[in-house]
């Protein structure tokens, strides 16, 4: 497994009390599979998503990234593991409005301190896969809004993650961009082999995803023989 959840469980202030947002979460991810999360609004999708890109830290329970157990990393320790190991994607694209499409992943590379010309090979590549390589030298506000949250995928791919994790891409689009984008997102997992979550409150185009469970009161339930 990729991405293992045990036994998660969060909670936050209340006033007087705590406010349980996860209860006794488990969830197993394999490499090269996708997961869908769906619930109605303040079930806990985001804690748990925030929870797995190890953002929070959970009141108990464990999480492992590609087998290793991350409870008890120092917080420098767990910024290196998010920068190497799992691939965030935003509910908004959040692109630099300055920099092109080439750029927006480039950037991405430079962090890690790779070179140029190999940076800009990956950049390419991405873009390609994600049917964007004739818009590399375009910039956001020249672009759609389902072309924006494809670069945005794209950079969350750069580092080349074990784990991806997809917030509510579909939002802002409308039914047909919508479906492109988790059609996309279901490719490129198995294309790159990622284990990946997909947290989103629209059912409708989750045919071809491995898995789907349901966030009810901070509780998750998975389908029977999962």
Request: proline share 6%.
């Amino acid at each position: 497994m990729s991405l293992e959840l045990t036994d998660i469980t969060l909670t936050y202030p209340d006033g007087d009390s705590r406010l349980t947002a996860l209860d006794g979460v488990s969830l197993q991810v394999p490499t090269g599979s996708l997961t869908a999360v769906v619930g109605p609004s303040g079930s806990g999708k985001s804690s748990l998503l925030a929870v797995a890109a190890t953002l929070i830290t959970p009141d108990a329970g464990s999480v492992r990234i590609d087998g290793a157990p991350t409870n008890g990393m120092p917080r420098w320790e767990l910024a290196d593991l998010r920068r190497k190991k799992i691939g965030i994607v935003f509910q908004q694209p959040n692109l630099l409005p300055s920099l092109t499409a080439a750029e927006q992943l480039q950037v991405m590379g430079q962090m890690d301190g790779h070179k140029p010309r190999a940076i800009k090979a990956r950049a390419m590549e991405l873009l390609d896969s994600v049917g964007l390589a004739g818009q590399a030298d375009r910039r956001p506000h020249q672009l759609s809004g389902g072309q924006r949250q494809r670069i945005n995928i794209a950079r969350a791919l750069m580092h080349d993650p074990t784990v991806l994790l997809v917030d509510e891409p579909t939002s802002a689009l409308d039914h047909e961009r919508g479906a492109a984008v988790i059609d996309l997102i279901t490719h490129l997992t198995h294309r790159q082999a990622t284990a990946t979550v997909l947290v989103t409150h629209d059912r409708t185009h989750l045919t071809a995803v491995d898995q789907v469970a349901e966030v009810h009161d901070g509780r998750l339930h998975l389908p029977a023989g999962v």
